[in-house]
């Protein structure tokens, strides 16, 4: 898989404007009514990381969780990220 730079690295970012890139990851932090809701979004997005055999590394902060996305054996962003962030993203919305 590829590494997203450049043109098309900020045209999928574009594409999914809650998220950005801290040190080379992408990431975003979302925010739950409480604890609970946390935990059951964390869940979910656990269950479609391992569908997708592409793993977030997630910190849970009460009601809030920050999800960090690279490819680490491609050495940067690919499109898994992006797949994996927009999935999280629609996760989100039902939570």
Not at 9 to 37: I, N
Not at 45 to 52: D, K, L, S
Not at 63 to 72: G, K, P
Not at 76 to 87: N, Q, V, Y
Request: glycine share 6%; charged share 30%.
């Amino acid at each position: 898989m590829s590494i997203l730079t450049g043109p098309k690295l900020s045209a999928r970012l574009a594409e999914l404007p809650k998220w950005q890139v801290e040190q080379g990851e992408l990431v975003r932090t979302f925010a739950f009514r409480d604890f609970r809701a946390a935990l059951a979004f964390v869940n979910e997005v656990g269950e479609c990381a391992e569908r997708a055999g592409h793993h977030p590394d997630i910190d849970i902060r009460y009601n809030r969780v920050r999800l960090a996305l690279v490819t680490h054996d491609a050495g940067g962003l690919t499109e898994k990220d992006f797949a994996l962030a927009a999935e999280a993203d629609k996760v989100s919305e039902r939570a």
